[in-house]
């Protein structure tokens, strides 16, 4: 039998269909029930809009009572220290008894006030307080302060301070302090948003999902935990109306709109109410299916009784149903598989309707997805491969200015990645790191030569302009914005813990991950390669004198990381001499490389001289 045959013999679905249900008057029974759903949906619906504008108004009034009370605190307090201080609060002043006891009774005055602090003109002042501010905290004071000058208020960005139990979210409140209009210095208390918090987890007790957020969409406060303070809450729409709103939204807005979790999407009904003095608002949603659970019991009730009234007149379809269900279960069965991404299946139908057809195109479909998906993921890896030869053929066009650094960038490479996988850092940041520890010295391709490969010590003037490479690479691979991850590797692997590094003297964590480790293996290999100016050192060497630079110079846990890594012998330094005159016999030293070994020259000294740290801040790594 042809296709053509097959096709033509086929008994359409729709004839099926039509005869069951019109049989059994489906129509009837779901155009009833349809229109109790619609007109209950909307009752419905606006009882559930009162209460959650209801709801978010109150929030709202607590929290403007809230800053409001605060403000006025806020005011008494500066009357007070007017009147102790006689309108000076200069250096001679500012630390008398009188106004720290002002300030530490404002403190315990509220268990909402977790500190304070006041300045005067010079920005010198006393602080009380149960935390102490990290640099979060330090950078909303500098901006509260400029705000001061201007003679303006101050309300701050919501923060996370501490860890654990003890972890709060608090925001900055500030006020300037005049006198006769003569600015006097500033008044700021960090509110403890506990209050808040225990207010929203009562609102969550009712069914409702609250939270607060800013004026830029940034969640401020949240009865859960699964969203953190400070984050970007415009993915959702009715955050999105809020902000773009601006300083419009003055009123409740009610809305329907879909949360979107992955592969899955929630149909939810939210509100929100601003708090105008805060440039807040106070957002509650809940999903569809619960605000509407009336509608849909109703919606069941009557389908059970649709179906009891179906149930006595099916026994005449029963096999035409089954020919219709048995196919659509199998397409179903076939259809999830697909959506798993399971293009191998195929399904076999024997069925003269138009599920036949559909079963048909279903297999089609599969095979060519299935195709379709091989080749992007062919294209996929051809393209990887081509970026990472790219990427090493450029770290190696550098590397060649010289033989002494020749494999360089391939062994920082190494070691960085030993160092990422002991430390268990995951597979995302062990991709960017790959890059950037491959690129750490593509600055180096702009460097003189007479510079880069000068037999010797640098002078203060040399060692100046080979500093450079660092900026100078990341200048280069600025313009490519898929290579932005990269750049704190490259241009901040020569910064320090302890500040004396370069380019920028960054200190401490304001040092990316991605530097510190790139740093560790770059010592590392410096210091157990030969260089004109300085001969190699053991592996053993190198490394004490890389955990002598713990703390200082490099980050402890990477250096640890390191440490066990060669332990397990998963770094192994092969040697090799370069042929190639010298200024000294100390310059021949042998090359860390994954080259084959030779014999070192016997003019060579065994163990060579651990430098100190400054020798080796002049080191060209």
Known sequence: ?????????????????????????????????????????????????????????????????????????????????????????????????????????????????????????????????????????????????????????????????????????????????????????????????????????????????????????????????????????????????????????????????????????????????????????????KPQSQAYRGVFEMQRTARLLALLAVLLSIGVSIFAARRITNPLAALTEFSSAIARGDFSQRIHLRSRTEIGDLADTFNTMSHELERFIEDLKRAAEENRALFMGSIQMLAGAVDEKDPYTRGHSDRVTRYSLLIAKEMNLPASFMEILQISAQLHDVGKIGIEDHILKKPGALTAEEFEVMKTHTTKGANILRPVTQLAEMLPGIELHHEALDGRGYPYGLEGDQIPLLARVIAVADTFDALTTNRPYQQAHTPEQALTIVKNLAGKRLDPDCVAALLAVYARGEIRIQRFVIRRPVVNAAAAAPVATGGPASVVPPALPATPASPDTSELERTRV
């Open 1 to 285: 039998m042809s296709a053509t045959e097959s096709k033509t013999r086929r008994i359409p679905i729709l004839y099926v269909i039509l005869s069951v249900l019109l049989v059994i008057s489906i129509f009837p029974m779901y155009f009833y029930s349809t229109q109790v759903e619609a007109i209950n949906r909307d009752r419905l619906k606006t009882n559930e809009m009162l209460l959650q504008n209801t709801v978010t108004r109150s929030l709202a009034d607590d929290l403007s009572q809230h800053e409001q009370s605060l403000r006025m605190m806020l005011a008494n307090l500066s009357s007070a220290i007017q009147v102790a201080s006689g309108g000076d609060i200069g250096d001679k002043n500012i630390e008398t008894p009188e106004l720290r006891a002002l300030l530490e009774n404002f403190v315990s005055s509220s268990d909402e006030i977790a500190y304070a602090t006041l300045l005067n003109s010079e920005a010198k002042g006393i602080s009380a307080g149960r935390i102490a501010p990290d640099a979060f905290m330090q950078r909303e004071l500098e901006r509260a302060y400029a705000a001061a000058r201007d003679g303006r208020v101050y309300n701050g960005q919501a923060l996370a301070i501490g860890e654990g139990k003890s972890a709060r979210t608090v925001f900055l409140v500030s006020a300037p302090v005049m006198y006769d209009q003569r600015f006097l210095g500033m008044i700021a208390s960090v509110v403890d948003l506990q209050f808040l918090i225990r207010r929203l987890r009562e609102v969550n007790d009712g069914g409702l999902i609250p939270y607060v957020v800013d004026a830029q969409g940034r969640l401020v406060a949240t009865a859960g935990q699964e969203y953190a303070t400070g984050q970007d809450m415009k993915n959702l729409e009715i955050v999105r109306n809020f902000v773009q709103a601006g300083n419009k939204a003055q009123l409740a807005a009610t809305k329907e709109f879909t949360v979107n979790n992955g592969k899955e999407s929630t149909r939810m009904l939210g509100t929100y109410s601003p708090v105008t003095s805060l440039d807040w608002a106070v957002v509650v949603q």
